[in-house]
């Protein structure tokens, strides 16, 4: 779902700044800040290629590296509270005032202390790479696209707080009030009783995150989305017949389904997607009409079977 996040961000903020009469590409600007902060919780991940240094050496048995690891990710990086800290060190580090930014370097070493006491050594440093790359995009927008801080500020939130309710289909709920031992959600939202019908649903989540965004960039771009779809897209219905030639996928083993999927969207877009006169982004379109036609035809054949 790391993609997911990320585009559902940037839809959420660019429209929301086009009903405040925020200009067309200042709006687009926004929501893609907003997708940068979407995807810092996931930095969680290096603690993958870390924890394997360390067992290379023998010094970390692969039981407790996969143990640790479990915990780590989608842990102290996706709570809501967290999230807000790092949001608020973020304006206050944008701000460019020495005072504000010593309050700002106290919150990330807050969280950071935080996060040590609670989830260990291991836990403080995933944190201190979310703090520095909460910090890093914030800079970049501030200075880059001049961002001011309380726009900045709320962008940040929007970003960091949407990534983890996506987390609630695919994977097992993060603990949104960290460090606070209170449970918010307890259990992954089930769309669908049968395992695979469950997968189905949550691509079928994906897939209309995905249009979202497309649509959001195309209607703020002056693009008529109707009109970027290739004909090509509609190779995505021979996609039926993996229902047949495939193991039923499930969240445990999807794999094989979800790539499978993905490269009919390759087989769908226009040939030659960046000749004259095929515009890059009818071929985004066009590959993800596929991608859409194919699932369909997939859940459908299912069903029938």
């Given amino acids: 779902m790391f993609i997911g996040h990320a585009l559902l961000a940037f839809a959420l903020v660019a429209l929301g700044a086009r009903r405040l009469d925020v200009r067309h590409e200042r709006a687009l600007q926004l929501g893609v800040v907003a997708a940068l902060f979407a995807a810092v919780p996931d930095v969680d991940v290096v603690y993958a290629p870390v924890g394997l240094l360390i067992q290379s050496v023998g010094t970390l048995s692969p039981d407790v590296f996969w143990?640790?690891?479990n915990v780590v990710h989608r842990g102290p990086t996706h709570s809501l509270v967290m999230g807000a800290i790092l949001a608020l060190a973020v304006a206050l580090?944008?701000?460019?005032?020495?005072?504000?930014?010593?309050?700002?370097?106290?919150?990330?070493?807050?969280?950071v202390a935080i996060a040590t006491a609670v989830s260990g050594v291991v836990g403080g440093a995933v944190v201190l790479v979310f703090a520095v790359a909460g910090v890093g995009v914030g800079a970049f927008a501030a200075r880059r696209l001049d961002i001011a801080p309380r726009p900045l500020f709320a962008v940040a939130v929007a970003g960091l707080f949407s990534h983890p309710f996506g987390d609630l289909f695919t994977g097992g709920p993060p603990p949104f009030l960290y460090p606070f031992d209170v449970t918010l959600v307890a259990e992954r939202i089930l769309l669908h009783p049968d395992p695979t019908g469950h997968l189905l649903a949550a691509f079928a989540v994906e897939l209309g995150t995905v249009w979202l965004a497309v649509w959001t960039y195309a209607r703020l771009s002056g693009y008529q989305l109707p009109a970027?779809?290739?004909?090509?897209?509609?190779?995505?219905?021979?996609?039926?017949a993996a229902a047949l030639l495939l193991p039923a996928p499930t969240l445990e083993q999807s794999a094989h389904f979800v790539f499978s999927v993905l490269a009919i969207g390759v087989v769908g877009a226009p040939v030659r997607p960046?000749?004259?006169?095929?515009?890059?982004?009818?071929?985004?379109?066009?590959?993800?009409?596929?991608?859409?036609?194919?699932?369909?035809?997939?859940?459908?054949?299912y069903g029938v079977l």
Avoid: I, N
Wanted: no cysteine; proline share 2%.
């Fill in 93 to 111: 580090w944008a701000t460019e005032k020495r005072q504000w930014r010593t309050l700002s370097l106290a919150l990330a070493t807050l969280l």
């Fill in 274 to 301: 960046f000749s004259h006169g095929v515009d890059w982004l009818e071929t985004v379109v066009t590959g993800l009409a596929a991608v859409t036609v194919a699932a369909v035809a997939y859940a459908l054949a």
């Fill in 67 to 69: 143990e640790t690891a």
């Fill in 228 to 240: 970027l779809v290739h004909p090509r897209a509609a190779l995505g219905a021979g996609y039926a």
